[in-house]
């Protein structure tokens, strides 16, 4: 995630804090120079760290904290709170139009991620019984239509489009009568990008915001961009108005400064934050639960969520009872691999953990690679191997090795993990006392 480093750092600041039984005024003032140093080297503004700290040092060297049975933990909790209101208190929504259709106008620079956006929104709506229709106005990017059209056709949606010789405007305007004679409920409006500011960009935007009149005008920008989205932030938020705020590429190995800044700067709520390029990698922005995971303190209702969406309940009673009987087999173990996949990256999940960190397990333990490996190396059993694991003898296994790309070597290790984590399962469900602790997993280094 964009705050690893940042995270990181905290996490060594309140380690010490915490290690101290009482905490003077020098104490706070020293780690809130840490804190503020790492803040800078996450991209936050200089005015909003200076702010934040003064904030924070004013509350945390109160009596009340500095006197308490545990003022590290009260520090902590300061922050908690402060970095929460930083990034706007509650979790925003998309609000609904009481007249059909309602229109989400896209707006950002090239390269942003609007598109993607576009397309993931309009999916994730249509899942909560919405009849999205998707309306391609960037006739300037090549092969801007053709991309949200195969967007389109990964979630099965509809495109409304003109071509690239069509006035944006007069697009934009046609789709509304199109969604009313088609029973599209919503309109998300792919409009065109620039790779900077320009008053012919701003003055195209305005004139469809007049034609169509959004409900809402969401603007993309690029985490990547460091303290600059924040400027286009503001520029966007002058020139048209901005609704919300959508920060893309969060996932990626950036600062993330951006996601502290454009709030505060912009005074806009962020809506949702794309945390991968998956569908539900599209995540609602909870300030609370980001404020946890930059702490280190994770975010398990984030991860329930997850699961809940991509966990099949009908599946999950019966592997239960599969496990107490200890028949957990090769196709389980697949099973169960394949539906944490649609949940994102491995190392995503590890940050939603609490105390993971702590733990000293972060995400360069992780081999995401090590995961498709296994995938390949169980496809590659017949489904009577796969049932019946004790078969695999050495020539079967070598069979497998060739079949799946992988040495046999490989092979075995996973045999081994598995052999290991049935032992354990078995050791669970039998309440045994004498666990010995959890077996290295086949995507761990």
Known sequence: MAFDNLSAKLQDVFKQLRGKGRLTEKDVREAMREVKLALLEADVSFKIVKDFINTVTEKAIGGDVLESLTPGQQVIKIVNEELIALMGSTNS????????????MMV??????????????????????????LVAC???????????QVLAGQYNLPVFEK???????????????????????????????????????????????????????????????????????????????????????????????????VRKITGK???????????????????????????GMGDMLSLIEKAQENFDEAQA??????????????????????????MGPLKNILGMIPGMSQAGI??????????????????????????NPAILNGRRRLRIAKGSGRSIQEVNRLMKQFEDMKKMMKQMTDMSKGKKGMPKMPFFR
Not at 93 to 104: A, E, F, G, I, K
Not at 163 to 184: C, L, T
Not at 363 to 372: C, G, H, L, N, R
Request: net charge negative; proline share 4%; no cysteine.
């Open 269 to 295: 709520p962020i809506k949702f934050v794309g945390m991968g390029e998956k569908l539900e990698d599209l995540e609602p922005f909870h300030p609370e639960r980001m404020a946890s995971r930059i702490l």
């Open 362 to 387: 972060d995400e360069s333990m992780i081999d995401e690679k090590a995961m498709v490996h296994v995938e390949a190396i169980i496809q590659s059993m017949t489904p009577q191997e796969r049932r």
């Open 163 to 261: 071509g690239i010789d069509a006035n944006p405007v007069d697009i934009a305007r046609e789709s509304i009568a199109y969604a009313d004679a088609h029973g599209n409920d919503t309109i998300l409006i792919d409009t065109a990008g620039r790779l900077h500011v320009d008053e012919e960009l701003m003055e195209e935007l305005v004139n469809i915001k007049s034609a169509v009149r959004p409900q809402e005008i969401l603007l993309v920008i690029d985490a990547m961009t460091g303290q600059d989205a924040v400027n286009v932030a503001q520029s966007f938020s002058d020139k048209i108005g901005v609704d919300g705020i959508i920060i893309s590429k969060l996932d990626s190995d950036t600062r993330g400064g951006a996601a502290l800044s």
């Open 93 to 104: 929504r998309l609000t609904v139009s009481s007249r059909p259709p309602t229109v989400y």
């Open 317 to 342: 009673k019966e592997l239960e009872k599969k496990m107490r009987k200890n028949e957990f087999d090769l196709e389980d173990f697949l099973g169960q691999m394949q539906q944490i996949k649609k």
């Open 138 to 148: 960037d006739v300037y990017r090549p092969a801007a239509v053709k991309q949200l």
């Open 108 to 133: 950002g620079l090239q390269g942003a991620g609007k598109t993607t956006a576009t397309g993931k929104i309009a999916a994730q709506l249509k899942k909560q019984g919405k009849k999205p229709l």
